[in-house]
């Protein structure tokens, strides 16, 4: 069964950048707003439990397969991670560097100027 939780008021969230750190049923998640749009992710690091959504966001540099081809994502949809630098694209939840790591993500709702996490 679906249900949703109200996070905050949509005005709290009124620049991209921004975000909203709160708990529900005993879990901590965060809701940020990138590019118009808002995505909630668990507060929880997966690799030693930091607090994940804490932490800057920013872009992310990429290579080529061969190293020999670099490029920068300057789209600040990444947060690092404030122990130990584990980042995570809070759009999908998955790390830019193995997609195989992930933090929980959920969706999200926005009505009458609340912003709701669904799960
Ligand atoms: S706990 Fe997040 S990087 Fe280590």
Same mark, same amino acid.
């Given at each position: 069964?679906?249900?949703?939780? %109200? ?5 709290? #969230? ?16 965060? =809701? ?6 808002y995505?909630? =992710? ?8 930091? %607090? #994940?959504?804490?932490?800057? #966001? ?20 990444y =947060? ?6 584990w ?27 609340? =912003?709701?996490?669904?799960?």
């Amino acid at each position: 069964m679906t249900e949703r939780y %109200p996070i905050a008021d949509a005005t709290e #969230l009124s620049e991209d950048g921004s975000r909203v750190i709160t708990e529900i049923r005993g879990q901590e998640i965060a =809701v940020f707003r990138h590019d118009g749009d808002y995505y909630a =992710v668990a507060n929880y690091c997966i690799h030693q439990g930091g %607090p #994940l959504c804490e932490g800057a #966001l920013s872009g992310q540099m990429t290579t080529s397969e061969d190293g020999w081809d670099w490029d920068y994502d300057g789209e600040e949809k990444y =947060v690092v991670c404030p122990w130990h630098g584990w980042k995570f694209d809070i759009t999908s939840g998955r790390s830019p560097k193995d997609e195989r790591y992930a933090v929980p993500t959920y969706d999200v709702e926005v009505e009458d100027g609340t =912003v709701y996490a669904v799960r």
